[in-house]
């Protein structure tokens, strides 16, 4: 069964670096876009970034865009998020999640049990 | 930038009632990238519509979605005790994915 598991969350201090990563098994990892979305304590949904199955076309939120990186290895199944010059506003657990296409429609229809990120002094 | 708004903020509702979720869009859409996820507390959002009115595998027919232009609609025909959750429309355009604020569906 198709399963997204992330990893590397934890306290880090304002204006340090973080990599988040989410992997995958139970389907063809390098066929399917992805996606990173996060969620502050009590708070909704917010789409993050997100990259293509071979990873040649990224896309950012325009809340981390310029300061975090969306990357994948195919070969390893794992998808990465490099959190540079974290703000405490970046606090928030964050979900990997696979997009994927029924015809022509798309929606997010797997999703990791997230990872919390707390930057703090 | 596409603005989703959820309404009402929080919907208190009986066990067997239904429960009618709005989801707007500042401006028309395509529903064809319109989808609604269900968040329980402590676990991650689980699709439930796409396509605006496309049920996702393993969803129960008591829900079900409409809508189109800017007008949504998420409906729980029947609510059982495991629909009392926090529901998200999401809606993607020009490489950007925007979800809506959240309707909490609680017992009254």
């Known amino acids: 069964q198709v399963q997204l598991v992330e990893s590397g969350g934890g306290v880090v201090q304002p204006g340090r670096s973080l990599r988040l990563s989410c992997s995958a098994s139970?389907?063809?990892?390098?066929?399917?876009?992805m996606h990173w979305v996060r969620q502050a304590p009590g708070k909704g949904l917010e789409w993050v970034a997100f990259?293509?199955?071979?990873?040649?076309?990224?896309d950012y939120g325009d809340s981390v865009k310029g300061r975090f990186t969306i990357s994948r290895d195919n070969a390893k199944n794992t998808l990465y998020l490099q959190m540079n010059s974290l703000r405490a506003e970046d606090t928030a657990v964050y979900y990997c999640?696979?997009?994927?296409?029924?015809?022509?429609?798309?929606?997010?229809?797997?999703w990791g049990q997230g990872s919390l990120v707390t930057v703090s002094s | 930038e596409i603005v989703l708004t959820q309404s009402p903020g929080t919907l208190s509702l009986s066990l067997g009632e239904r429960a009618t979720l709005s989801c707007r869009a500042s401006q028309s859409v395509s529903s064809r990238y319109l989808a609604w996820y269900q968040q329980k507390p402590g676990q991650a959002p689980r699709l439930l519509i796409f396509g605006a009115s496309s049920r996702a595998t393993g969803i129960p027919d008591r829900f079900s979605g409409s809508g189109s232009g800017t007008d949504f609609t998420l409906t729980i025909s029947r609510l059982e005790p495991e629909d009392f959750a926090v529901y998200y429309c999401?809606?993607?355009?020009?490489?950007?994915?925007?979800f809506g604020q959240g309707t909490k569906v609680e017992i009254k």
């Open positions: 999401q809606h993607y355009d020009s490489s950007q994915w925007t």
């Open positions: 990259i293509w199955y071979d990873g040649s076309k990224k």
């Open positions: 999640a696979r997009e994927n296409w029924v015809d022509t429609t798309m929606a997010f229809d797997y």
């Open positions: 139970g389907f063809t990892f390098s066929s399917y876009g």
